[in-house]
């Protein structure tokens, strides 16, 4: 199985296949419990969910085949060791990837369970799950939820908690939280400079186009969060994850061109961006078909 799962989607990333047949074989592995084709599912449907993130509706699709996907083996594991079910070594790890990657597709439950965590006391939430509980109140519970990640971020008392929280805060769906966390990560005092990219890259991920308008309006100011170097730089790629198009490489291309932006760097970020771009152009008309069948038949 795990032999053709990664085949079955290789061939498809190099346009030698259909992503619709690497897509049925990731669904006839629902349930599949053996933790090398749980990690190698995961892997593929989260790279493909990816690349789509801008594209809404076939993201959703996605998201949906996502859920049909993994339910089972949620339904079975939940977030705790179940009394009497023996744990293998390797189910702590299924148990985290598979409760991120259902939260990622929007899952109800997992929704709210971890806002039920995370509104228990933050503090009792184990360590494999804080960074989902953060980003899931982040995402779903607003302002209030802002803010009380903002404080777990400002007085937590361990390293690792700073930091989920800090990519928490850019996974809001608010494009004004969005660019509050922007401007913030970024005044020079309320993140340390080596830490401002977790917060940026968060962002990025939850408002591609946020992120960029804010780059190209905010260029000049980043030399006094990044001082000494053109550090920043590298933010044109971290900034543009999801970009996946000819019209956004050009774009990015003309940027970075009127101000002297060229390295190493942009380059390798134009180069993805072309990439993705060529890659959806190729799949994007059979995976709109794909999907929209896949919708009717799972209505039936």
Request: proline share 3%; glycine share 6%; charged share 25%.
């Amino acid at each position: 199985r795990l032999g053709h799962l990664s085949d079955a989607f290789a061939m498809a990333g190099a346009g030698l296949s259909d992503l619709g047949t690497a897509l049925d074989l990731a669904k006839a592995c629902k349930g599949d419990v053996a933790y090398p084709v749980v990690m190698e599912l995961a892997d593929n449907l989260a790279s493909v969910c990816k690349r789509y993130r801008n594209d809404k509706d076939i993201y959703k699709g996605l998201q949906r085949i996502v859920r049909e996907t993994f339910a089972p083996l949620y339904e079975s594991m939940g977030w705790e060791a179940k009394e009497g079910r023996e744990e293998q070594v390797s189910d702590a790890t299924i148990r985290q990837v598979v409760i991120g990657l259902m939260a990622m597709a929007e899952h109800e439950p997992v929704i709210e369970e971890a806002k039920r965590r995370f509104w228990s006391g933050w503090d009792k939430i184990s360590p494999s799950f804080l960074g989902v509980c953060l980003s899931t109140v982040v995402k779903y519970e607003g302002e209030k939820g802002y803010a009380e990640v903002k404080k777990i971020f400002q007085t937590a008392p361990e390293a690792v908690q700073r930091t989920r929280a800090l990519v928490a805060l850019g996974a809001s769906k608010d494009p004004k939280l969005q660019l509050a966390t922007l401007q913030w990560a970024t005044d020079g005092k309320s993140v340390r400079a080596q830490d401002v990219g977790y917060a940026l890259a968060s962002v990025a991920r939850a408002g591609s186009d946020v992120a960029w308008d804010w780059l190209q309006k905010n260029l000049d100011s980043l030399d006094k969060t990044f001082p000494g170097g053109k550090a920043h730089i590298s933010l044109i790629g971290n900034l543009t994850p999801s970009f996946n198009t000819v019209d956004h490489a050009e774009k990015v291309k003309a940027f970075i061109q009127a101000n002297k932006l060229e390295s190493r760097a942009t380059t390798r970020a134009l180069e993805r961006m072309h990439t993705l771009a060529h890659q959806r152009a190729r799949e994007m008309k059979a995976l709109e078909a794909y999907l929209k069948a896949a919708a009717s038949a799972s209505k039936l």
